[in-house]
């Protein structure tokens, strides 16, 4: 199995520009989430789905949108591109309902928007 | 709201000596707790986690945590820390049995001297 993985691991905007992470994951996990991770700041959770069709917004939604159309696939676009979305981008999955369930992590995006 | 903190920012080590991270959370009710780790470049993966019974947890790498109702704490330890422990550890807690978001707090930047 390869896990949790995303696409692609490294990209430089220009302010305004768009662009669409892709995080896939072969585990047949309902949850997913797509996180930030900035110096200091732990990870910050964006959007989460608990099932194929379903979003919800996380701690820091604005300027980020998402799909899951697939129950493996899990997408994270950004329709205009802010210095301040520079950041590690990091997808998650989960089984599914259970709090007691870790999340499996995959290996990251580093944007750049300058 | 839930929160996660985490005492330590940054920690320096010399190898076997001994080692613990404080984390203390804010939750009314059942918490399933969390640490994982980040090696550099690579992504988190979970070192243990707690969500019932005994709440002394141990992990891989002969890490191991003690949950403590009362102080709302789940501190990490280690007896003997190896240069190859240098990483970044994260406390993470999803509330509720149920729980579908989980919280991470800032994180503490291990580093170990060979």
């Known amino acids: 199995n390869a896990g949790v993985t995303q696409t692609p691991k490294f990209r430089v905007l220009k302010t305004g520009q768009s662009m669409t992470l892709l995080c896939a994951q072969d585990?047949?996990?309902?949850?997913m989430y797509w996180y930030r991770q900035d110096p200091g700041m732990g990870l910050r959770l964006i959007h989460y789905s608990v099932g194929e069709g379903t979003t919800a917004k996380g701690e820091v939604p604005d300027g980020y949108n998402v799909s899951r159309l697939k129950k493996q696939n899990f997408l994270l676009g950004l329709e205009s591109a802010a210095p301040s979305q520079t950041s590690v981008y990091f997808c998650?999955?989960?089984?599914?309902?259970?709090?007691?369930?870790?999340?499996?992590f995959g290996p990251g995006t580093r944007l750049t928007v300058t | 709201a839930q929160s996660v903190s985490q005492h330590n920012h940054h920690v320096i080590l010399s190898e076997a000596a001994s080692l613990e991270l404080g984390c203390n959370y804010s939750y009314g009710g059942t918490v399933n707790l969390f640490w994982y780790v980040q090696y550099p470049g690579q992504h988190l993966q979970l070192l243990l986690k707690?969500?019932?019974?005994?709440?002394l947890v141990k992990g891989i790498k002969g890490f191991e945590a003690e949950f403590i109702k009362s102080k709302f704490s789940f501190n990490l330890r280690k007896p003997s820390v190896q240069w190859s422990d240098t990483a970044e550890y994260f406390c993470a807690v999803t509330g509720g049995a149920g729980g579908f978001k989980t919280i991470f707090g800032a994180g503490t930047r291990l580093f170990v001297k060979a």
């Open positions: 707690y969500f019932s019974g005994d709440p």
């Open positions: 998650a999955s989960r089984p599914g309902q259970g709090g007691f369930y870790e999340q499996y």
């Open positions: 585990m047949n996990h309902e949850y």
